[in-house]
């Protein structure tokens, strides 16, 4: 295989016309196969604009909207998001149908039918325990898509270059072959008059060897390089356009103020930490607080078929399901002593409280 690449520049170079008529050789990109223009047709390749030359704003600004990590934590922030979102709405009521006389059903009037309307009231503070959780949630999400988004940037930036002093290493190479293809030519002439001897020949051929092996590694560095800026960048194949830049200007780093921005001036670690413990915390007065049953709040109306000039009738109630005696006094989590074990359950005590009126 790096046979075949040598013998490839080697092609490249005798047919190379600026070369034997003793011009430097020009950087030109490096087209990608059909194949790999083919593969290239669902990424940035297919978007409007990508033509011309790609500087470093631009290659960060289409990592930051195609870069596929980047947009997993985007999701991953927009999915935490709903859950804050839904933690705030209260429980969904339920409607029930209670028929108290079966033989309705085998003979039509005769049936007592209650319809009921119940909302479950979460107490103890499980609404605003949950609440707490989930926003510690969606910190720790725009926390890990900031660092994600921080850690791309970083890593665009470095490839960039990367990919730009691959291209420069290039042109010095394509350089060098043409000197040693020029050197090798006023040594075979003056081989052949008998100026020198064969053996500067030989030399001069060896050095025009070596100059093609360095310009097929360059040419494999630059491939490898665009591959790399492709991939940050969210591009299927390779890069449609050519890197420009100077490696003796490069940018800053972001000032203290842009840190902050980005929310960036507290070490991850640290951050992520915070919110962990923070999340903790709500997550152990939640438990503490299913101790705490909840209320049932219910509303509705009665209907008697065996009377139809009876009025009809309305009723509330109000009732919480309470845990078994053995359960009392142990912490969340933790089987209480003489409770079942796995596998088994306790049977709750239900108290209620409800009352009903009839309005002519």
């Known amino acids: 295989m790096v046979h075949i690449r040598w013998w490839c520049a080697l092609a490249m170079v005798l047919s190379g016309p600026e070369l034997w008529a003793g011009q430097p050789a020009q950087l030109e990109l490096i087209r990608p196969e059909p194949h790999q223009a083919r593969a290239g047709a669902g990424g940035l390749a297919a978007t409007p604009g990508t033509a011309g030359p790609l500087d470093l704003k631009r290659a960060l600004a289409t990592a930051l909207e195609h870069n596929p990590e980047v947009a997993a934590e985007r999701h991953a922030v927009e999915q935490a998001r709903c859950r804050a979102r839904e933690e705030r709405l209260f429980p969904d009521p339920t409607f029930s149908i209670e028929a108290e006389e079966y033989r309705r059903f085998f003979h039509p009037g005769e049936g007592l039918v209650t319809s009921m309307v119940r909302q479950t009231v979460p107490t103890g503070g499980k609404r605003g325990f949950s609440i707490g959780i989930a926003d510690g949630e969606l910190a720790l999400a725009r926390s890990a898509s900031r660092r994600r988004v921080w850690s791309v940037m970083a890593r665009t930036k470095e490839a960039f270059f990367e990919a730009l002093g ?128 909840d209320l049932e709040l219910g509303v509705g109306v009665a209907h008697d078929d065996r009377d139809p000039d009876q009025p009809r009738r309305y009723a509330a109630s109000i009732s919480q399901t309470l845990p078994s005696p053995t359960g009392a006094g142990t912490a969340p989590g933790q089987p209480a002593p003489g409770s079942p074990g796995p596998g088994r359950s306790s049977t709750p005590l239900a108290c209620g409280w409800s009352r009903s009126w009839s309005r002519s």
């Open 166 to 293: 691959a291209l420069e290493r290039l042109v010095v190479t394509r350089k060098l072959v043409a000197l040693a293809s020029e050197f090798h030519d006023v040594v075979s002439q003056r081989v052949r008059g008998g100026v020198v001897a064969p053996l500067e020949g030989t030399r001069a051929q060896v050095l025009l060897a070596q100059a093609r092996v360095e310009e097929a590694r360059a040419i494999h560095t630059v491939e490898a390089s665009q591959q790399t800026l492709a991939s940050l960048m969210g591009i299927q194949g390779t890069l449609p356009t050519t890197p420009v830049g100077a490696l003796e200007v490069r940018p800053p780093l972001p000032a203290l103020q842009e840190l902050r921005t980005l929310g960036l001036a507290v070490s991850p670690e640290i951050e992520t930490a915070r919110l962990k413990q923070v999340v903790a915390s709500k997550e152990l007065g939640r438990a503490r607080a299913t101790r705490i049953p």
